[in-house]
């Protein structure tokens, strides 16, 4: 709680400090709607990550080094946390043939493109599907995205890519009934 | 608008440098990150290098790692470039608030010392001189607030000495007066009683002659100690006044009335006035003012008592034609005592002035040595 609450106040001074002495841009990344849907045994989970890459990752996802943005899921149930996960999409480039490959860890074939756009788009869009219990009833989700630290090839040390989004984590909530029928 | 104070200014005039200096400063760093960022940007060697045909896979391998390490590098160079800035901006804010927040303690740790003096000065100036400062501050305020200390306490010492030598001269004064004024009536009244004792001894058949006139004089000297202490009386206890309104013009009348029968007084009073004023300090004041008329008059000089309106206000003027005031005295002849007559305790004008103020009147004197002295006294016309 503290922690979060530490995070936001740092984030909006260094909003504000970038505001008043900065012509740095970053990106001000935010989400869209979250789209919850359900069968009878998985919630899906779907929706964008907007103006999370517009600047700067073009040129750190043609590094070479795998680039993973990663989004935390947290199902809870008043002060209960029912389900914690985290999806890691991960962004690779192929400096020779110059192709990006975007991996989004759900099992499914990778995607590879010449196009930056498209994996701007790709990487954006997010979609989980959780098994569910119906008994939880009523649940609150949360989605929060956040990058790693990371080291280069030719760095001797970690690199925090978070700088990019000026420190600030972005994050959806909603609630959806489990108990009512789809 | 009220122009700022020093403290003020000092404080917007370093504000406005020190955050200006440095955001100048960051525009020009940021510029020349920029720069360079463009720069590097635009050499665009992977792209160069993957259009290259190599002759052997060495040679592509060896090209990929170059390719790679630069593009590696153009990643870190922006992460890098964002996080300077970001840091830059960071840390440009803490020292700016941190700078401020410092400058102003300072500041108003350094102008406390200044604005105790200044309140010091103030009751300094309302007559208090037993303030003292307390040594703090920087050197030189403390050696100020210590001449400063060392003033006021003279100040009080002097303004101690003064008021003991006022008290000594206030009562030298009254008691020559109450001297002078009891030992007037009682030599005559030694006289006469020399004079029975002589008659009775002598003659006491005859002294029956002169006992009718010996008492009358006795008696009369009698009734001036009685009004002498009937005047100390009046000037030592002027109460609150009673306001009440009144016609003046009657007033002035029904209180003339007496003294018309043996001095020619000419009224020339407005009927349709009013005034708020206590009645009894209104008799007193005519009364005070009447008299000095008539001592100072002959017989035979008319005095002229007018009553009229002058813009709000009502004007009451007595004027006579008698020996008229040395312009040397006219300062003081409301002062407590100041009297230049032979009979008389000199309070009659000062109670005439306290009276006026104590129902917010004004009165004014105007005379000319050997003509004559006309008292104005002007009061709020009361219309309601």
Same mark, same amino acid.
């Given at each position: 709680?503290?922690?979060?609450?530490?995070?936001?106040?740092?984030?909006?001074?260094?909003?504000?400090?970038?505001?008043?002495?900065?012509?740095?841009?970053?990106?001000?990344?935010?989400?869209?709607?979250?789209?919850?849907?359900?069968?009878?045994?998985?919630?899906?989970?779907?929706?964008?990550?907007?103006?999370?890459?517009?600047?700067?990752?073009?040129?750190?996802?043609?590094?070479?080094?795998?680039?993973?943005?990663?989004?935390?899921?947290?199902?809870?149930?008043?002060?209960?946390?029912?389900?914690?996960?985290?999806?890691?999409?991960?962004?690779?480039?192929?400096?020779?043939?110059?192709?990006?490959?975007?991996?989004?860890?759900?099992?499914?074939?990778?995607?590879?493109?010449?196009?930056?756009?498209?994996?701007?788009?790709?990487?954006?869009?997010?979609?989980?599907?959780?098994?569910?219990?119906?008994?939880?009833?009523?649940?609150?989700?949360?989605?929060?995205?956040?990058?790693?630290?990371?080291?280069?090839?030719?760095?001797?040390?970690?690199?925090?890519?978070?700088?990019?989004?000026?420190?600030?984590?972005?994050?959806?909530?909603?609630?959806?009934?489990?108990?009512?029928?789809? | /608008?009220?122009?700022?104070?020093?403290?003020?200014?000092?404080?917007?005039?370093?504000?406005?440098?020190?955050?200006?200096?440095?955001?100048?400063?960051?525009?020009?760093?940021? &510029?020349?990150?920029?720069?360079?960022?463009?720069?590097?940007?635009?050499?665009?060697?992977?792209?160069?290098?993957?259009?290259?045909?190599?002759?052997?896979?060495?040679?592509?391998?060896? &090209?990929?790692?170059?390719?790679?390490?630069?593009?590696?590098?153009?990643?870190?160079?922006?992460?890098?470039?964002?996080?300077?800035?970001?840091?830059?901006?960071?840390?440009?804010?803490?020292?700016?608030? &941190?700078?401020?927040?410092?400058?102003?303690?300072?500041?108003?740790?350094?102008?406390?010392?200044?604005?105790?003096?200044? /309140?010091?000065?103030?009751?300094?100036? @309302?007559?208090?001189?037993?303030?003292?400062?307390?040594?703090?501050?920087?050197?030189?305020?403390?050696?100020?607030?210590?001449?400063?200390?060392? /003033?006021?306490?003279?100040?009080?010492?002097?303004?101690?000495?003064?008021?003991?030598?006022?008290?000594?001269?206030?009562?030298?004064?009254?008691?020559?007066?109450?001297?002078?004024?009891?030992?007037?009536?009682?030599?005559?009244?030694?006289?006469?009683?020399?004079?029975?004792?002589?008659?009775?001894?002598?003659?006491?058949?005859?002294?029956?002659?002169?006992?009718? @006139?010996?008492?009358?004089?006795?008696?009369?000297?009698?009734?001036?100690?009685?009004?002498?202490?009937?005047?100390?009386?009046?000037?030592?206890?002027?109460?609150?006044?009673?306001?009440?309104?009144?016609?003046?013009?009657?007033?002035?009348?029904?209180?003339?009335?007496?003294?018309?029968?043996?001095?020619?007084?000419?009224?020339?009073?407005?009927?349709?006035?009013?005034?708020?004023?206590?009645?009894?300090?209104?008799?007193?004041?005519?009364?005070?003012?009447?008299?000095?008329?008539?001592?100072?008059?002959?017989?035979?000089?008319?005095?002229?008592?007018?009553?009229?309106?002058?813009?709000?206000?009502?004007?009451?003027?007595?004027?006579?034609?008698?020996?008229?005031?040395?312009?040397?005295?006219?300062?003081?002849?409301?002062?407590?005592?100041?009297?230049?007559?032979?009979?008389?305790?000199?309070?009659?004008?000062?109670?005439?002035?306290?009276?006026?103020?104590?129902?917010?009147?004004?009165?004014?004197?105007?005379?000319?040595?050997?003509?004559?002295?006309?008292?104005?006294?002007?009061?709020? @016309?009361?219309?309601?």
């Amino acid at each position: 709680m503290l922690e979060a609450l530490g995070a936001k106040v740092f984030s909006g001074i260094v909003a504000f400090s970038l505001l008043m002495f900065s012509s740095f841009e970053g990106n001000d990344p935010r989400f869209g709607p979250l789209s919850v849907t359900k069968s009878d045994s998985y919630l899906y989970l779907s929706g964008h990550l907007i103006s999370a890459f517009d600047n700067d990752f073009p040129s750190i996802f043609s590094s070479g080094t795998p680039i993973p943005i990663h989004f935390m899921l947290n199902i809870r149930k008043g002060n209960r946390t029912l389900v914690q996960r985290r999806f890691t999409h991960t962004v690779t480039f192929d400096t020779a043939k110059g192709v990006y490959e975007l991996n989004k860890g759900n099992g499914k074939d990778a995607l590879l493109t010449r196009s930056v756009e498209e994996i701007i788009k790709e990487v954006s869009y997010y979609s989980f599907s959780i098994p569910y219990q119906q008994i939880w009833g009523e649940v609150s989700i949360r989605i929060q995205a956040e990058l790693p630290k990371l080291r280069f090839d030719n760095a001797d040390k970690d690199v925090d890519l978070m700088v990019l989004w000026k420190y600030k984590m972005p994050s959806v909530k909603s609630t959806a009934n489990l108990l009512k029928a789809q | /608008m009220k122009l700022l104070g020093f403290r003020s200014t000092v404080i917007i005039l370093f504000l406005i440098v020190s955050i200006g200096g440095l955001m100048l400063l960051n525009t020009a760093f940021q &510029a020349k990150q920029e720069d360079i960022h463009a720069a590097i940007d635009g050499m665009e060697l992977s792209e160069q290098l993957r259009n290259v045909a190599f002759q052997n896979s060495d040679d592509s391998l060896k &090209a990929g790692q170059i390719m790679r390490d630069y593009d590696s590098s153009k990643a870190l160079l922006s992460i890098a470039l964002g996080d300077s800035r970001v840091v830059t901006s960071v840390v440009l804010l803490l020292v700016m608030v &941190a700078s401020s927040a410092i400058f102003i303690l300072v500041i108003i740790w350094l102008f406390r010392p200044m604005n105790e003096l200044k /309140m010091a000065t103030d009751q300094i100036r @309302e007559g208090n001189f037993s303030v003292h400062l307390p040594d703090t501050g920087v050197r030189e305020m403390r050696e100020l607030k210590n001449s400063f200390n060392v /003033m006021s306490r003279e100040l009080e010492y002097i303004q101690n000495k003064l008021l003991v030598a006022e008290k000594e001269m206030i009562w030298k004064d009254l008691s020559r007066i109450l001297a002078h004024e009891i030992k007037n009536p009682l030599t005559p009244i030694q006289l006469v009683v020399q004079r029975l004792e002589e008659r009775f001894q002598s003659d006491p058949e005859s002294a029956k002659d002169i006992l009718p @006139e010996s008492i009358s004089i006795i008696s009369q000297e009698i009734e001036n100690l009685r009004l002498l202490a009937q005047d100390f009386s009046s000037y030592a206890k002027v109460s609150q006044p009673d306001r009440e309104q009144f016609n003046p013009a009657l007033a002035i009348r029904e209180i003339v009335k007496s003294y018309c029968q043996n001095y020619q007084i000419d009224l020339n009073l407005n009927d349709n006035l009013s005034i708020s004023f206590d009645k009894t300090h209104f008799y007193q004041v005519l009364t005070n003012i009447l008299q000095n008329a008539i001592d100072a008059s002959r017989e035979s000089d008319v005095i002229s008592i007018d009553l009229h309106e002058e813009r709000c206000y009502v004007v009451l003027s007595i004027k006579d034609h008698g020996s008229g005031i040395d312009p040397k005295d006219l300062q003081r002849i409301f002062e407590p005592y100041f009297s230049k007559k032979t009979k008389g305790t000199g309070l009659g004008l000062a109670l005439v002035k306290k009276l006026c103020e104590a129902n917010g009147a004004i009165v004014r004197v105007k005379s000319k040595k050997g003509e004559g002295s006309e008292f104005t006294v002007i009061i709020e @016309e009361d219309k309601a």
